[in-house]
């Protein structure tokens, strides 16, 4: 059975340890990754993937698990060198063994490495269980409109905490992109395709927008289900409500369900899960032609993710 | 008064800090530092400048006295991770605090930044009081030419600690280079233009191969004296020695100034100074046209660094 997660970070990373669990069972299943890099950056001279990061340190079992980012036993000595010079960004903090990824990564990616081959070799490093695909190769980056100009999605994320309005979201280069080698091929090889709970407008909406993956999707032989990143009208983790109401849909979990759209309406979805609290939602969209359920959605540990993955692996079966 | 210093990483650092103590004397004095950068290397996708590093370290009291090389108080975290994912040298260390400067010189640089504006906005940060400049902004790198073929610099001296027998010493570059900003002008300006004890070959040889230094040096209305890097037929530091013989020059303190040669005879230099156990070479030296003084040349510390300094300030005066 292949498996393939289109996700994010914080959230993607939860949801793919839970995938990787109740894959587990199967010892012919394969789950493959598709990861936003919308979020990546230029800083200092190197090249930052914070949703590749999270979810590489998470599946490898180095995270921070109590900060919620980064890895376990971060330092910062070399980030207070560049401060001191005034070099990166005072508010996005580089620890030292992150650094060793981003040199490393920016080191291969200078010596024309495609993303897409930089990825499984820093990866390679642990057994991850799930292969991690970065969505592009080009350098896509989401940018916010706001009332004072435009900024790096993340400035306003991580600076400004999504605090500034946002008029819209610009994912620059985004035209220009083609899906990284193995990404059409996994979505249409696929027997399932999962929509982690990450945010449906700059992690998942960014994947979305690269010509080529949301028709994949579309096309795909697979079921499409996905988990909703919003519980009881509000965001599970993130700012995504300042994303969501940017773009003209609510915070509730059946209104992002509608903004991925039914696949027999030429939207992207077999199936949609809600959480408990939400379970007036199954039976409109149901009714709207989205396969649904309510399961508890609180990603507690890798027990309550993997049976969230369970259900949405059974739930279109 | 304006003394310039041609200088390498170790006694170069050791000798300028002398100057600038002797010098302290004099409050006109300037001290330039014009350093080489043929030992600069891409290494792990960051620009390193080890000559400069050991000289700004040094004369901002930062440096590892104990090691002779690198910061105090060093750690090296980052390295670890490269290691682990293959990239760098196994055998070339690279410190977390150091790599505070790596990161931040790259990312000026890749900025289109010079080099020779790099140096002093990073040495902003500490008050030296020597004006550090690099040779040129120009990449040259110096390789050693052995019987098994070429290779860097850095590579045959730190991993190989010099013992592969050298044949020759290639800079690459170098007929394309240009004396950075401020080099010439202040050769030319100076009052006084010293020889550090340094490596005669791939440090001070590096920096006047670069097309008009050494020429600025036999025109400059200044004094130029240098300070032997050998005392008793040996090298103080550094394994100098290899480099000679694969010029043909004796590993002694005579035979590396009349290497440099005599002013009058088109050569560079109006002054040597030779350790006292090399007095037999004053006269011989003063006979061929230079003048010579023995005095203790062992740098112990600041103090006796600055004897050496103010040696060489009177010798020509």
Same mark, same amino acid.
């Given at each position: 059975?292949?498996?393939?997660?289109?996700?994010? $970070?914080?959230?993607?990373?939860?949801?793919?340890?839970?995938?990787?669990?109740?894959?587990?069972?199967?010892?012919?299943?394969?789950?493959?990754?598709?990861?936003?890099?919308?979020?990546?950056?230029?800083?200092?001279?190197?090249?930052?993937?914070?949703?590749?990061?999270?979810?590489?340190?998470?599946?490898?079992?180095?995270?921070?698990?109590?900060?919620?980012?980064?890895?376990?036993?971060?330092?910062?000595?070399?980030?207070?060198?560049?401060?001191?010079?005034?070099?990166?960004?005072?508010?996005?903090?580089?620890?030292?063994?992150?650094?060793?990824?981003?040199?490393?990564?920016?080191?291969?990616?200078?010596?024309?490495?495609?993303?897409?081959?930089?990825?499984?070799?820093?990866?390679?490093?642990?057994?991850?269980?799930?292969?991690?695909?970065?969505?592009?190769?080009?350098?896509?980056?989401?940018?916010?409109?706001?009332?004072? $100009?435009?900024?790096?999605?993340?400035?306003?994320?991580?600076?400004?905490?999504?605090?500034?309005?946002?008029?819209?979201?610009?994912?620059?280069?985004?035209?220009?992109?083609?899906?990284?080698?193995?990404?059409?091929?996994?979505?249409?090889?696929?027997?399932?395709?999962?929509?982690?709970?990450?945010?449906?407008?700059?992690?998942?909406?960014?994947?979305?927008?690269?010509?080529?993956?949301?028709?994949?999707?579309?096309?795909?032989?697979?079921?499409?289900?996905?988990?909703?990143?919003?519980?009881? $009208?509000?965001?599970?983790? $993130?700012?995504?409500?300042?994303?969501?109401?940017?773009?003209?849909?609510?915070?509730?979990?059946?209104?992002?369900?509608?903004?991925?759209?039914?696949?027999?309406?030429?939207?992207?979805?077999?199936?949609?899960?809600?959480?408990?609290?939400?379970?007036?939602?199954?039976?409109?969209?149901?009714?709207?032609?989205?396969?649904?359920?309510?399961?508890?959605?609180?990603?507690?540990?890798?027990?309550?993710?993997?049976?969230?993955?369970?259900?949405?692996?059974?739930?279109?079966?």
């Amino acid at each position: 059975m292949n498996i393939v997660v289109l996700a994010g $970070g914080v959230g993607g990373s939860r949801f793919l340890r839970g995938v990787r669990a109740a894959a587990g069972q199967d010892p012919d299943a394969r789950v493959t990754a598709v990861v936003n890099t919308g979020d990546d950056m230029w800083l200092a001279g190197l090249r930052i993937t914070p949703d590749l990061d999270t979810i590489l340190y998470t599946l490898a079992g180095i995270n921070d698990e109590q900060r919620g980012w980064g890895r376990i036993g971060e330092t910062e000595r070399v980030s207070a060198e560049l401060q001191a010079w005034g070099v990166g960004w005072p508010w996005f903090t580089l620890g030292d063994l992150d650094l060793g990824a981003h040199i490393t990564r920016t080191a291969w990616l200078r010596e024309g490495m495609p993303l897409s081959r930089v990825v499984p070799r820093l990866a390679a490093r642990w057994p991850l269980g799930v292969e991690l695909l970065p969505a592009t190769d080009q350098e896509v980056e989401t940018h916010v409109v706001t009332d004072d $100009g435009e900024l790096h999605f993340q400035e306003w994320w991580t600076r400004y905490r999504a605090q500034l309005p946002a008029r819209a979201f610009v994912q620059h280069g985004v035209e220009d992109a083609v899906a990284a080698p193995g990404v059409l091929d996994a979505i249409t090889g696929a027997d399932l395709v999962l929509l982690a709970p990450s945010n449906p407008v700059v992690s998942i909406g960014t994947i979305l927008g690269i010509p080529g993956i949301a028709d994949a999707v579309r096309g795909t032989r697979a079921r499409v289900v996905g988990v909703s990143p919003i519980i009881g $009208g509000a965001v599970v983790r $993130g700012m995504a409500d300042a994303c969501l109401t940017a773009i003209g849909v609510q915070t509730d979990a059946a209104a992002v369900a509608l903004h991925y759209g039914a696949r027999r309406d030429g939207g992207l979805l077999d199936g949609w899960l809600v959480d408990e609290v939400d379970a007036a939602a199954v039976d409109p969209l149901r009714a709207a032609g989205i396969a649904s359920a309510a399961v508890p959605l609180w990603m507690r540990d890798e027990a309550t993710s993997a049976a969230i993955a369970t259900a949405a692996l059974s739930l279109v079966e």
